[in-house]
């Protein structure tokens, strides 16, 4: 499913769809800017995730994710423009009230009130998002199962653990069955059994809940996010569908030779494999980088010069090498001219 | 393009009561969120220790000038009620209690990050400071039903003139409207609960003494007449504590108290630029 990458075309003025199967996006995100008094934040921002899949949102920090966020969750209003934000079909600068009834909000640091307890917390977001009293109490029910609270339901929030809290937090984002989650680094502060937990816990709302969630944590994102979105200085750096980034982190992988009795030119003749861009060679150790599968290549010309071939490794390319490289190619000066990088259709 | 927050207040939930609307973002007003965040107010303050020290401090200032004045006055009831509700110590309790009971409504939520919480579920910038005024009224009023039993206690030798009582009382829920307003507005301008604090004693204490600006015209001077009608000691001591209630005083008080809750959506409104 392409996310964007590959469109020509810039979004400005075009609803854009996403969905594979022809849905409309759920959450539409079309030149998107917010400035902070004289600070420029997001510069045309645009990109889309089609209903039921999970969005990773990434981007070094500063970079513009939860002001981007905090919009999509209508706590802080885009700039005038021309540019559109739709959450669940409706926009935000027109319907905001009715977005956050459909969208469930996770911040960075769950806030508490530390003198209430886990479900007078609950109950008393449930009275916030006009949930009635029978289905409010149906709805704790199921979230304090779903999040593992039971045990800590009459606690104060203030003697939880971090963890904890940002349970309740989810929970809290789950309580009035949002269209779509939006979710600020979830697993942070979370010891690694609780991570996996909340994480096969957004997995499991694939299909059911459109999910956005920022992380650092770009294992976290591979293993759960359908598509990403990498923004960096306030612009929009990539979007790649899973399909996408698993083919490119494939293509920039890299193979890993030892071969023994090969003679001086070995790195020549390594090169002029087809496919191969270029080759490292230190002793014995060759690292060759391709636009393509070269291993079998590789294995025959070692047969054929008669080299002892010891070890043939390949090495792909991880998430976070990409991410670097993506933030590093696209992230803008301080200027205010957008990068190349952020426009749609001209992403990776 | 309107410069406003996005989408607050605007659609309201089936069967919500819609109190005021309009398109501005933030004034949409439905009585569900005010009511639900008043709710949760006064549960914080009842499982903390804090209303309890209020109302003990309270109570126990109010007993003891209660007795003193009877013992000073020779029991002489409508003499005690005017010194009651009208001596330094009233007029102490009045200006420094609303700002304390306030200061931490709006800062507190904004400096702990739960004011971001509380905007995403939707709650407009008026639903948020109308929940916030009502429940630091009801329990500045609350406060103030707690002296009644020694008002009862004492007219068990009777002269309590119960008119007289409810006239006060009148005159404390729209005193007590006036100096929560301004201690909300005080809290809405700052993250620093201390600091609203001191700004609402001290805006308190500006209304108290406005009084005072008499002493700069002549006596008879027509300036004498604006500043005692906008005068809270004047309107304690020869209104509401001569069982008068004047219909002038209660719009002024509720006025002023609308204009500075008014300010206060107007400050929130603001943040979402800065």
């Known amino acids: 499913m392409p996310a964007g990458a590959g469109d020509e075309a810039p979004y400005g003025g075009v609803r854009p769809r996403l969905g594979g199967n022809g849905d409309p996006a759920v959450i539409e995100v079309v030149d998107l800017n917010r400035t902070f008094g004289r600070r420029r934040v997001l510069r045309e921002v645009s990109f889309c995730v089609p209903p039921g899949r999970i969005a990773g949102f990434l981007g070094p920090n500063g970079a513009g994710k939860t002001t981007t966020m905090r919009i999509l969750t209508t706590i802080l209003p885009p700039d005038p423009g021309k540019g559109r934000v739709v959450v669940a079909g409706l926009d935000v600068r027109e319907h905001g009230r009715e977005v956050c009834r459909r969208v469930g909000y996770l911040p960075e640091s769950m806030p508490i009130h530390p003198e209430l307890r886990v479900d007078e917390h609950l109950r008393y977001r449930a009275r916030l998002k006009g949930l009635p009293a029978r289905r409010a109490s149906r709805r704790i029910g199921d979230v304090l199962e779903l999040c593992g609270l039971r045990d800590v339901s009459r606690r104060s929030l203030g003697v939880l653990s971090r963890g904890y809290r940002q349970r309740v937090g989810l929970a809290d984002a789950l309580l009035a069955e949002p269209d779509v989650l939006i979710l600020d680094e979830p697993t942070s502060g979370l010891d690694p059994g609780q991570a996996a937990e909340v994480r096969q816990l957004i997995a499991g709302l694939r299909e059911k809940t459109t999910v956005l969630l920022s992380s650092h944590v770009l294992g976290e994102v591979e293993q759960v996010c359908d598509l990403i979105v990498i923004i960096a200085g306030g612009v929009v750096c990539a979007r790649e569908s899973r399909d996408g980034w698993t083919d490119r982190l494939a293509r920039a992988g890299r193979l890993e030779l030892l071969l023994r009795g090969a003679p001086g030119d070995v790195s020549r003749r390594l090169r002029a494999l087809p496919g191969v861009q270029e080759v490292i060679s230190a002793g014995e150790r060759h690292t060759i980088s391709a636009d393509r599968d070269v291993r079998e290549a590789v294995f025959r010309l070692a047969v054929e010069q008669g080299w002892k071939l010891l070890e043939l490794a390949p090495r792909p390319a991880t998430l976070e090498s990409l991410f670097l490289e993506v933030v590093s190619a696209g992230a803008p000066g301080r200027s205010d001219s957008p990068g190349t990088m952020g426009r749609p259709g001209s992403a990776a | ?274």
């Open chain 2, 1 to 274: 393009m309107r410069r406003e927050p996005a989408g607050r207040a605007r659609g309201d939930a089936g069967g919500l009561t819609r109190l005021a609307a309009s398109g501005g973002a933030g004034v949409g007003v439905t009585l569900r969120i005010p009511c639900a965040i008043a709710r949760r107010e006064l549960l914080s303050l009842f499982v903390s220790p804090v209303a309890t020290i209020v109302l003990f401090a309270f109570l126990l200032i109010h007993g003891a000038t209660f007795h003193f004045y009877l013992r000073a006055l020779d029991g002489e009831l409508p003499a005690v009620l005017a010194s009651q509700f009208g001596g330094v110590p009233f007029w102490f309790l009045c200006l420094m209690i609303p700002p304390l009971i306030t200061m931490r409504s709006i800062a507190e939520e904004r400096r702990a990050g739960t004011f971001e919480l509380l905007v995403s579920t939707g709650a407009g910038d008026a639903e948020i400071i109308a929940g916030k005024f009502l429940a630091a009224w009801c329990f500045h009023t609350l406060l103030w039903l707690s002296v009644l039993p020694l008002l009862v206690l004492a007219d068990r030798t009777g002269g309590i003139d119960w008119g007289v009582v409810v006239s006060l009382y009148a005159g404390l829920l729209l005193s007590g409207a006036l100096y929560t307003a301004v201690g909300v507005l005080a809290s809405s301008l700052t993250q620093n609960p201390l600091v609203a604090a001191v700004l609402g004693v001290t805006a308190n204490l500006a209304i108290f003494f406005v009084n005072w600006l008499r002493v700069l015209h002549p006596p008879g001077a027509l300036e004498i007449r604006y500043f005692e009608y906008l005068s809270p000691v004047h309107h304690f001591g020869n209104d509401f504590t001569q069982g008068v209630i004047d219909l002038r005083v209660a719009v002024l008080y509720l006025g002023t108290a609308l204009w500075a809750l008014f300010l206060a959506v107007k400050a929130l409104e603001r943040r979402r630029w800065s």
